[in-house]
């Protein structure tokens, strides 16, 4: 009696921690209609929340900053009248990445030397900096996160939904 009990519970044990399949979904997951909606909605609401909250950032600064076509702000009055580089055009940069509590992130400068326009790795807002400024001049974005490192964060320091500061040189 007492084996059969045995095999009985041994039974009912491994029947239990037989591993039921993964429900999560998968990375290739497409998302519905629903979803998409959502996503938008919820960037474009915290979009509007940063840019009102940067705006009374900038009211709070002596610097003066002035607002940029792809939704960003730069210190430099009139940037985009400036002649901008092209596609294929090369350029070598630095730049530096703070909070707008103006610490610094990382204490070295993140850099890139001979990189070709278009081919941009780094934040798009960065990019469009870069192609209006000329050797050795210096720009300070002010960054909404949507532009930044987004929903995700960088993985490192910088996390979700964070507005940025970027001094940025071109060498």
Same mark, same amino acid.
């Given at each position: 009696m007492k084996k059969i009990i045995y095999i009985t519970s041994l039974t009912a044990f491994l029947v239990s921690c037989v591993k039921q399949p993964n429900i999560h979904p998968s990375e290739e997951r497409t998302m519905t209609e629903s979803d998409l909606e959502i996503s938008k909605n919820r960037t474009?609401?915290? #979009? %509007?929340? $940063?840019?009102?909250?940067?705006?009374?950032? &900038?009211?709070?600064?002596?610097?003066?900053?002035y607002p940029m076509g792809m939704n960003y702000w730069v210190n430099i009055p009139n940037l985009e009248?400036?002649?901008?580089? #092209? %596609?294929? $055009?090369?350029?070598?940069?630095?730049?530096? &990445?703070?909070?707008?509590?103006?610490?610094?992130?990382?204490?070295?400068?993140?850099?890139?030397?001979?990189?070709?326009?278009?081919?941009?790795k780094e934040m798009d807002a960065i990019e469009d900096a870069i192609r209006y400024l000329e050797k050795g001049e210096e720009a300070e974005?002010?960054?909404?996160?949507?532009?930044?490192?987004?929903?995700?964060?960088d993985n490192k320091k910088i996390t979700n939904d964070t507005p940025l500061i970027i001094k940025v040189k071109v060498l």
């Amino acid at each position: 009696m007492k084996k059969i009990i045995y095999i009985t519970s041994l039974t009912a044990f491994l029947v239990s921690c037989v591993k039921q399949p993964n429900i999560h979904p998968s990375e290739e997951r497409t998302m519905t209609e629903s979803d998409l909606e959502i996503s938008k909605n919820r960037t474009k609401e915290l #979009n %509007d929340l $940063e840019r009102l909250q940067i705006q009374d950032w &900038i009211n709070s600064q002596s610097i003066k900053y002035y607002p940029m076509g792809m939704n960003y702000w730069v210190n430099i009055p009139n940037l985009e009248s400036k002649h901008r580089k #092209n %596609d294929g $055009e090369k350029v070598s940069y630095e730049y530096y &990445i703070y909070d707008f509590d103006r610490t610094k992130v990382y204490e070295t400068p993140i850099g890139n030397r001979d990189v070709i326009f278009g081919r941009f790795k780094e934040m798009d807002a960065i990019e469009d900096a870069i192609r209006y400024l000329e050797k050795g001049e210096e720009a300070e974005l002010l960054i909404p996160s949507v532009l930044a490192y987004g929903t995700y964060g960088d993985n490192k320091k910088i996390t979700n939904d964070t507005p940025l500061i970027i001094k940025v040189k071109v060498l």
